[in-house]
């Protein structure tokens, strides 16, 4: 690189002048010419694609299970259809004070799951749930909240086992602002 102010020839590489010290300009580019930068990003892509097809070609799909056309040679045994009874949402309800209410299942058992949110009266504040069937309980359960406890929402799950058929819930709140509770069948 020569010098611009005196006309030294200094290496190529070379910052400052060997003879009078002058700092020499710097090649900004020192980056990746875009030619490099594009043939980089075309062998990433071919070796990618490369991999996948190798990926394809060592792994066979499996036999295709909605061809009837197409056998792997296994042999199933025959299933027996049986009915696996799962949880069934059959009521919900809301509000922000007492309520009461009536339901019907199906199943042996229910479950009712429920969430509140107090007011904020640093007292305490409660949520009451109890089920009722030919007018005598038969599960309870209680969401409770200190006067010096957080305000934040409860959650809570009360299951019943007394076979089907029509029950009734009773809300008792103190100092709620809201509440829901849905009702969950077992057939």
Avoid at 14 to 36: D, F, H, P, W
């Amino acid at each position: 690189m020569i010098c611009p102010a005196c006309g030294n020839r200094n290496d190529e590489d070379a910052t400052y002048c060997e003879k009078c010290g002058r700092k020499l300009k710097i090649n900004q580019n020192r980056g990746m010419n875009k030619s490099v930068k594009g043939l980089i990003i075309v062998c990433f892509v071919l070796v990618c694609l490369l991999g996948v097809a190798a990926g394809l070609l060592m792994h066979p799909d499996p036999p295709n299970i909605s061809n009837p056309n197409q056998s792997d040679n296994t042999i199933e045994e025959p299933q027996d259809n049986v009915y696996q009874p799962t949880w069934h949402k059959i009521e919900s309800f809301s509000g922000s004070g007492d309520d009461y209410q009536s339901f019907t299942t199906k199943g042996n058992r229910f479950k009712i799951t429920f969430s509140s949110v107090p007011m904020i009266t640093y007292e305490p504040s409660w949520m009451d749930v109890y089920v009722y069937k030919n007018n005598e309980i038969v599960g309870s359960r209680q969401i409770y909240w200190a006067g010096t406890e957080s305000p934040n929402k409860k959650y809570a799950t009360l299951e019943v086992k007394s076979g089907s058929g029509t029950y009734q819930v009773a809300i008792s709140t103190l100092d709620l602002e809201s509440w829901k509770l849905a009702v969950w069948d077992y057939y």
